[in-house]
């Protein structure tokens, strides 16, 4: 096999036909969940001002520091300011709930996305620097009932998808600003005199953004850290009760979760509530996803004051565990019929039969090239094809066809007219391919990207 020419970009991937039927189940599922519990879909641009995320996310984490994919603007046209790809949903869609005047909608406004992110990550199993991302956001009310709700729609997609006895979910509350002001203040204050026993990362992160050594993969930082003061200690009376009522809404919904007082997340816009989908067995590194509260957000993006709390869900690491558990999902590319021929007059009759039989939801491929009959049997059976209808001269000339079943390797003579009934009846009427758009009376679904 020769060397291709060119290859994709390190750490992107072609998401191929049988990844896609993973992809379409997932997106079926959280479109399903989401519309269940009145989430209205959002798509936000991929690229936004690059203030957005320094602002949104945090200017001292890695995703602003090392994962950017910037874009700069043309002069030409007066746009020289720099422009980032998305690095994950919230901020961008907390900007256009401030641009689009959504605190005029019913309040709290429940939104959706699922699409591609960009982080200029080190490419590893399972992380990719372009990948997919399913995101749910309740924003516009402060409650633990929405955060309990938000939880249980995740769990729920989680379930569907026949990952979540993969999984555990881990819970924290991290407090308010203040409180996360004060603890840092505490542990920059417990590594003085031990700054040499940090990698040099950590020893920066410690002047930029303490909570996130917390997050260190050393396993030094991780020993040291041990006797290090915890952010539980620093947590206020009213964050502890929200946190304690979130876990007896969690029970109500018979949600099973771990407490994990180190969990913290590694973006700054996070208060109280914060939660992750942890493997079993290998803990955060195989991790679906997470989220929590924001309620300072919006406010640091120039709206006003307005609580929020969201879930973001890498879509690649649920196809992984999905793979891994032998989680099979319904192949809807099957061919139905081949259509096989011969001669330039049932040629010509054969694309009227494909066509109809297309129409009425029959999934068929046509060989209409130049190949012998025998040849074109072979490609039949590589589409694992469940029926062949076989078109010569001789069928033309007295207006039959041939139906040939492919798994019993049985075949029969039949009039022409007699070939789509006969197909669409051994098919079944409720396995054929049809779908129709319907005004909101309807009930059709229009199979989404």
């Not at 991290?174 to 002001?181: H, L, P, S, V």
């Not at 009522?245 to 509530?273: A, F, H, S």
């Amino acid at each position: 096999m020769a060397e291709p020419m060119f290859r994709t970009p390190k750490g992107t991937h072609d998401v191929l036909p049988e990844d896609h039927m993973y992809m379409t189940y997932i997106k079926k599922a959280v479109r399903h969940r989401c519309r269940q519990a009145g989430y209205k879909r959002i798509d936000t641009p991929m690229f936004e001002y690059r203030g957005v995320f320094e602002r949104g996310i945090g200017e001292h984490t890695d995703i602003v520091e090392k994962e950017l994919f910037t874009v700069r603007g043309s002069k030409k046209e007066g746009e020289e300011a720099e422009f980032a790809l998305r690095p994950e949903f919230t901020a961008g869609i907390c900007r256009s709930y401030i641009e689009n005047g959504m605190q005029q909608l019913p309040q709290p406004v429940e939104l959706y996305a699922i699409g591609q992110c960009f982080r200029h990550d080190r490419p590893q199993k399972g992380r990719y620097r372009q990948f997919h991302q399913f995101d749910l956001e309740i924003i516009g009310l402060k409650d633990p009932s929405l955060d309990a709700q938000l939880i249980h729609v995740v769990t729920n997609i989680l379930q569907d998808v026949k990952i979540l006895d993969r999984l555990t979910l881990q819970v924290n509350n991290i407090g308010t600003a203040d409180n996360r002001k004060a603890y840092a203040e505490a542990v920059k204050d417990f590594f003085i005199g031990k700054e040499h026993q940090l990698p040099e990362e950590d020893r920066r992160r410690l002047q930029t953004n303490p909570m996130r050594v917390l997050d260190s993969k050393n396993e030094d930082t991780q020993i040291l850290l041990k006797t290090a003061p915890t952010l539980d200690q620093f947590i206020g009376d009213e964050s502890r009760q929200f946190h304690e009522t979130l876990l007896e809404y969690l029970e109500e919904l018979g949600i099973k979760y771990v407490l994990n007082p180190r969990l913290v997340r590694g973006l700054d816009y996070y208060c109280q509530t914060v939660f992750e989908f942890w493997d079993q067995s290998t803990g955060a590194q195989n991790a679906v996803g997470g989220g929590g509260r924001y309620d300072g957000l919006i406010e640091l993006l120039g709206g006003k004051p307005t609580p929020g709390v969201g879930f973001a869900g890498g879509v690649e690491r649920m196809i992984w565990h999905m793979k891994e558990a032998g989680v099979t999902v319904p192949n809807k590319d099957q061919v139905d019929v081949f259509v096989a021929q011969l001669g330039p007059e049932a040629k010509k009759k054969c694309l009227s039969l494909i066509s109809e039989l297309r129409q009425l939801g029959v999934h068929t491929i046509g060989a209409l090239g130049e190949a012998s009959l025998k040849s074109q049997m072979r490609l039949a059976d590589k589409f694992e094809a469940r029926y062949t209808l076989l078109l010569g001269k001789m069928e033309v000339k007295e207006g039959t066809v041939i139906l040939r079943d492919m798994k019993a390797g049985k075949q029969k003579q039949i009039k022409y007219e007699q070939a789509i009934p006969q197909v669409t009846k051994l098919l079944g009427t409720k396995n054929l391919d049809t779908y129709v758009l319907q005004d909101h009376m309807g009930e059709a679904e229009v199979d989404e990207d």
